[in-house]
């Protein structure tokens, strides 16, 4: 099954609303964590990520935080824009090897 | 610049054709990867390939087959196309085989097989 589990979407905002998306992950040992954005028709694309315990991955504005003794990674960003409506995928790295684990993402659409 | 490169973008196929997906890296990247895209599934490991001339089966690799031609390319072939092949296709590499390494994406070949 899928070790990676995060929010059902679809989650809608309004514009400067605070956003936190879910994730929690089953694993042996430590895995990267990662969260990669997928606009709409495009390619998946790395958004943060965090290699051990206790880091915190940043990018525009996004932050989340590798929690070990909850086993998550969430996402969170203060104050959401029209531009950040997205698909956003919860994913770690899988045995200790550069292959990924996906979670099944969860759809953010932000309304002006 | 490229990034990843994916041909074509849409395809549509008849039950029992065949078709291959092109991927091409000009990263110099080592490690390639070929995900499908299906609607509440996320994105599923089909293959991958860890260096120029290996190829290893992923989560779903019935029905595919893959080459890695060169350190650039690395394709998608489907033999007797399904209608459960439906889908969207990403090719993705990444630079060194640590766990800690990102995955860049190509832009995606949307396939449907009547």
């Known amino acids: 099954g899928n070790s990676v589990t995060q929010m059902e979407g679809p989650v809608t905002l309004s514009e400067e609303a605070f956003l936190t998306i879910n994730c929690t992950y089953t694993?042996?040992?430590?895995?990267?964590l990662f969260w990669y954005v997928q606009y709409p028709g495009e390619g998946l694309q790395l958004l943060l990520k965090?290699?051990?315990?206790?880091d915190k991955g940043s990018n525009k504005g996004f932050e989340a935080t590798y929690r070990k003794e909850t086993t998550s990674f969430h996402l969170e960003k203060g104050s959401v824009q029209v531009s950040d409506s997205a698909v956003y995928f919860c994913?770690?790295?899988?045995?200790?090897?550069?292959?990924?684990?996906f979670g099944k993402g969860t759809k953010l659409t932000v309304n002006p | 610049n490229a990034g990843v490169t994916q041909t074509p973008k849409f395809q549509v196929l008849k039950t029992g054709q065949s078709m291959t997906l092109q991927c091409a890296q000009d990263?110099?990247?080592?490690?390639m990867y070929w995900y499908r895209q299906d609607p509440g599934m996320g994105l599923r490991l089909i293959y991958y390939?860890?260096?120029?001339?290996?190829?290893d089966k992923g989560e779903v690799p019935n029905g595919y087959n893959v080459s890695r031609l060169n350190k650039r390319e690395f394709s998608l072939r489907l033999e007797s196309a399904a209608p459960s092949q439906t889908s969207v296709y990403f090719c993705?590499?990444?630079?060194?085989?640590?766990?800690?390494?990102?995955?860049?994406f190509g832009p995606g070949t949307r396939l449907t097989v009547l």
């Open positions: 993705a590499s990444t630079r060194i085989r640590q766990d800690t390494d990102t995955q860049y």
């Open positions: 694993a042996t040992g430590y895995p990267s």
């Open positions: 965090a290699t051990k315990a206790d």
């Open positions: 994913a770690r790295s899988q045995g200790g090897s550069e292959k990924l684990v």
């Open positions: 990263m110099n990247h080592n490690s």
């Open positions: 390939s860890a260096s120029e001339g290996t190829t």
